[in-house]
């Protein structure tokens, strides 16, 4: 065991030698034009009417506008269902085209991307599923296309978790990524809040006072809805995430007497303390690697951002120059970070590098809170009363307003946006 | 209806400290009220020092409940008590000494400035920075539950300065 240490310390370091620099490129995908380079413009692209059985069911007249929203907001596409291509453009220029077979409660959908003018076809593609899924087809054609034209998938067939506010009590919900489908997942008459999603999707992590002894961190499928306890400790029991290997929780406890951030195992035992301070350390962000955890302290005086390893080690402060802020959240790629901080009045939405420099505002105005990426690192989902009451809110972050999402005009806030289904299916 | 209830509640009150003056020696049998309770502490056998003189049997003084003690304000993003904060502290000692199976949970909350995760750290600080000052008086900590609320509770739902005042808060609910 003596020499076991040294050997273990000089892999260790290989490794970290050796992965930052493994590219993080997508796999797949015969990549056409690298939208993601250069000055960022969206590329024209018109999704033609889809043509359904003359007496088809009632969705396949709504799917035009599912599919074009789509392709809308995956911010790679300026998409139009009316817009007339110009032939004399120079710009690439895309249409989209399919048609919908309903065989009993079965439904397929034969898309086609095509260039234009030429209309050579680009992506010719089948999906099949049950009728009442006919959204998701859309959803997965738009990903695939999103892939085609990008080197990486899209995140139309994915879904945000959130907390309806407005009463006295928050419950946790869950929707389709488009803000189709909002529904209940929690019923407690009591709080929830901070969902967080597990890496492969199956599970949310929340905050809930439901146990009646504060707050205490559960978990739940959103499929069967059933809460487990992970962490009821005296105290504190919140802000929890999953590692990105799903192995880990990191979170925010009290029962040392003081808010501090810990990390245990994904039902809650073989806990390990990682911050320790008498200041207040709160909401820990795994990055991508699973290497480093970012979190909140005031110890400088005002909340601030700080990266510590995953062991609690090395902490070094992220953020200067900024007042109160909260709310770190790791890109997919790991090579930024969002985060809110106090300006005048309100909180703005900002992202730095993953080392603390470049941090600039992404969204101005208002009380703008809890960013978190979406699976593609195209997007972040955020709570903000930027129009009044808090709903929620997505920027594209290449310099496009920021676009509400529909939640049925519910209060809503603490988003949080789900990885990729597997397989898409 | 909320007079009701808070008589409805006093009454309660009552009986149950009645019964318990007058069965603290003797298994509970039922709780109708006890006739004339002699509002004694407890029957000391002890002979020799002479008991001093019993203290006059008050009239019968409503029992405390966590509705009868006041709520504590804080500064922003502040945990630390003031002399307003610390005399009405004192007032809520004195009371829960009068009543000592008065056990109650101590609510932390938050204005709506800033955000829900250092907000629920925050008020879990105020409602311990609270619960330690009592403790301190000599109050047994066993009668206290601490409880975060963070931002999510707010007395009052305006959004300016008198607002947040009312809801940086330390208060005690029944538990």
Redesign the interface.
């Known amino acids: 065991m003596s020499h076991r240490p040294s050997a273990l310390l000089t892999l260790t370091i290989l490794v970290a030698l050796v992965l930052p620099a493994a590219p993080a490129r997508a796999q797949g995908g015969d990549v056409r034009i690298d939208v993601k380079s250069g000055a960022i413009a969206r590329l024209p692209l018109r999704c033609e009417p889809l043509q359904g059985p003359p007496s088809g069911p009632a969705p396949v007249r709504a799917a035009d506008e599912v599919l074009a929203l789509d392709l809308q907001s995956s911010a790679v596409f300026q998409a139009n269902r009316m817009w007339a291509p110009d032939p004399a453009a120079t710009e690439p220029q895309f249409v989209t085209s399919g048609k919908w077979t309903v065989t009993g409660d079965k439904v397929r959908l034969d898309g086609e991307l095509r260039d234009f003018p030429a209309r050579r076809p680009i992506l010719v593609r089948a999906y099949d599923g049950p009728v009442a899924d006919w959204r998701r087809l859309l959803h997965r054609f738009s990903d695939d296309i999103v892939q085609q034209i990008t080197g990486e998938r899209g995140v139309a067939d994915t879904r945000i978790a959130f907390v309806v506010c407005g009463g006295?009590d928050?419950e946790l919900w869950l929707m389709d990524a488009d803000g189709h489908g909002a529904r209940a997942l929690t019923a407690d008459k009591s709080?929830a809040?901070?969902p967080s999603w597990s890496p492969e999707g199956s599970l949310l992590l929340f905050?809930s006072?439901r146990g009646g002894?504060?707050?205490q961190v559960w978990v739940m499928s959103p499929e069967n809805r059933k809460p487990y306890l992970v962490s009821g400790r005296a105290?504190?029991n919140?802000?929890a995430c999953y590692s990105p290997d799903g192995q880990r929780v990191a979170c925010?406890l009290?029962m040392d007497?003081?808010?501090e951030v810990y990390s245990l195992d994904a039902r809650g035992g073989s806990l390990q303390r990682l911050t320790n301070h008498r200041a207040?350390d709160?909401?820990p962000a795994w990055s991508p690697t699973g290497r480093e955890i970012a979190f909140?302290s005031?110890r400088s005086g005002t909340?601030q951002l700080y990266v510590m390893d995953s062991d609690g080690g090395s902490v070094r402060r992220l953020t200067y120059d900024v007042d109160?802020t909260?709310?770190p959240s790791w890109s997919p790629k790991g090579d930024r970070l969002a985060f809110?901080t106090r300006v005048g009045?309100g909180?703005d939405l900002w992202t730095c590098r993953a080392d603390g420099t470049g941090a600039a505002p992404v969204v101005t105005g208002g009380n703008n809170?809890?960013p978190r990426w979406s699976a593609d690192g195209r997007h972040l989902v955020f709570a903000s009363n930027r129009d009044g009451g808090y709903g929620l809110w997505v920027t594209d972050l290449d310099g496009a307003l920021p676009r509400k999402l529909s939640t049925g005009g519910r209060c809503a806030?603490?988003p949080a946006w789900s990885p990729r289904r597997a397989s898409g299916r | 209806m909320k007079r009701f209830s808070r008589m409805l509640m006093f009454v309660l009150a009552a009986t149950l400290a009645f019964s318990i003056a007058g069965c603290a020696k003797k298994p509970a049998k039922s709780a109708e009220v006890p006739p004339a309770p002699t509002p004694t502490t407890e029957t000391t056998p002890t002979p020799t020092p002479p008991p001093e003189p019993a203290p006059a049997p008050e009239p019968a003084k409503p029992a405390v409940t966590a509705a009868d003690l006041q709520i504590v304000y804080f500064a922003y993003?502040s945990f630390s008590l003031d002399d307003q904060a610390r005399a009405a502290l004192d007032n809520n000692a004195k009371l829960m000494r009068e009543n000592p199976s008065l056990a109650v949970s101590v609510d932390g909350h938050c204005d709506e400035?800033?955000?829900?995760?250092?907000n629920?750290?925050?008020g879990?600080?105020r409602a311990?920075t609270v619960q330690q000052y009592l403790t301190e008086l000599g109050l047994g900590g066993e009668r206290f539950?601490?409880?975060?609320?963070?931002k999510?509770?707010p007395a009052s739902e305006g959004h300016d300065e008198a607002a947040w005042a009312r809801n940086r808060r330390v208060e005690f609910t029944p538990r």
């Open positions: 006295r928050k709080i809040q901070s905050t006072w002894t504060g707050p105290g504190l919140t802000s925010t009290s007497g003081n808010a207040i709160t909401s909140t005031d909340p109160y909260d709310s809110v009045g909180f809170e809890n806030v603490s | 993003d400035r800033g955000t829900v995760e250092y629920q750290a925050l879990q600080k311990e539950r601490v409880i975060s609320y963070g999510e509770r």
